[in-house]
């Protein structure tokens, strides 16, 4: 093994890698990427991609980060996980669209991150007025993500919103994505509205009614949103009037997770991230391979650049996660 080992590493192209990669008597113990040279050559290399995945995106606000989100490959996003869990598609209606557009518009004029807005006004004020006339309906809210599969995986990722999101009662979606200042700080707020128009189909649990009138059970009218808190039913006295269940949210639900947190990275984060996770493995191998042979180098401080760039690369992942509600 030792001897194949030997073989490899004395190929002329990993020859030419160890130079760039590992200090060793060769590059006279300083690797040439975390050289001035090969870290100049690396910023213009990150500045490059920032500069063309930034830009090259079509009528996305540069928030920190180059925002990618359309309605469009939401609600096809949306629709693959329904169909991958078993579920009927969603088809998009543009009276929910419509819906979902003026609730993001809200949040940003009122200023909050809520289901309710301050001053009372429920996500369902929103479906009656475009005229939604609902027997099922449902919202969730995702902000500060760059992409439309981290929207989406952002919500999977939470048991509340998948459920929501895969709620069999659900035959119409609607999307609104809009971009703005949110309590201090700009950011995409996506809005995902989902419902069943009232008598488009039986409600469960709807029967005849017995007694002279012959007159038929209220239909259930479902107002969901992402959560775990169910409020008692809201019955009203009269037969023709629809009964009401509501579920209200509670706080925030961080969206961190690993699949989510990666598929919610533009091309030019999760370049960024590598090539620092890069630049990090290189510093602290210098770092340990200094020591161990006992060479010194002139102000070298290579564990201090690491722990900068750990820094960074901290700050770009908090600031490339986004939250769902």
């Known amino acids: 093994m030792s001897a194949l080992f030997e073989k490899v590493a004395s190929t002329p192209l990993i020859k030419k890698a160890a130079r760039f990669l590992v200090p060793h008597q060769a590059n006279n113990h300083h690797a040439y990427l975390i050289r001035h040279e090969g870290l100049f050559v690396i910023t213009f290399l990150l500045l490059a991609i920032q500069f063309f995945s930034f830009g090259g995106v079509a009528g996305a606000r540069?928030?920190?980060?180059?925002?990618?989100?359309?309605?469009?490959?939401?609600?096809?996003?949306?629709?693959?996980?329904?169909?991958k869990a078993?579920?009927?598609p969603l088809a998009?209606?543009?009276?929910?669209?419509?819906?979902?557009t003026m609730k993001a518009g809200d949040m940003f004029a009122k200023d909050y991150w809520a289901?309710?807005?301050?001053?009372?006004?429920?996500?369902?004020y929103f479906f009656k007025l475009v005229g939604y006339n609902y027997s099922w309906a449902g919202e969730n809210l995702a902000r500060d993500f760059s992409t439309s599969e981290g929207v989406v995986a952002g919500w999977m990722g939470s048991t509340s919103h998948k459920d929501n999101l895969l709620n069999p009662n659900f035959t119409e979606i609607g999307i609104g994505v809009k971009d703005g200042i949110l309590q201090g700080e700009e950011t995409t707020l996506v809005v995902q509205h989902l419902g069943k128009v009232l008598g488009s189909a039986t409600s469960a649990?709807?029967?005849?009614?017995?007694?002279?009138?012959?007159?038929?059970?209220p239909a259930k009218v479902e107002d969901s949103l992402a959560t775990t808190e169910t409020k008692p039913s809201v019955a009203s006295a009269s037969a023709n009037v629809e009964e009401v269940h509501e579920k209200i949210s509670g706080t925030a639900i961080p969206a961190f997770n690993l699949g989510a947190f990666w598929k919610g990275l533009g091309f030019g984060q999760k370049s960024?991230?590598?090539?620092?996770?890069i630049l990090v493995t290189l510093f602290v191998v210098d770092s340990i391979v200094l020591f161990r042979k006992g060479h010194s180098r002139e102000n070298s401080h290579s564990l201090l650049h690491a722990g900068v760039l750990v820094i960074l690369a901290v700050v770009l992942i908090r600031s490339a996660t986004g939250g769902v509600l």
């Open 62 to 83: 540069v928030l920190g980060y180059a925002t990618n989100i359309t309605q469009a490959a939401v609600i096809n996003l949306t629709n693959q996980e329904r169909v």
């Open 86 to 88: 078993g579920m009927q």
């Open 92 to 100: 998009e209606s543009s009276k929910l669209d419509s819906a979902a």
């Open 115 to 124: 289901h309710y807005a301050p001053d009372g006004t429920s996500p369902w």
């Open 205 to 217: 649990g709807s029967s005849s009614a017995g007694g002279a009138s012959g007159g038929s059970q």
């Open 272 to 277: 960024t991230l590598a090539l620092l996770t």
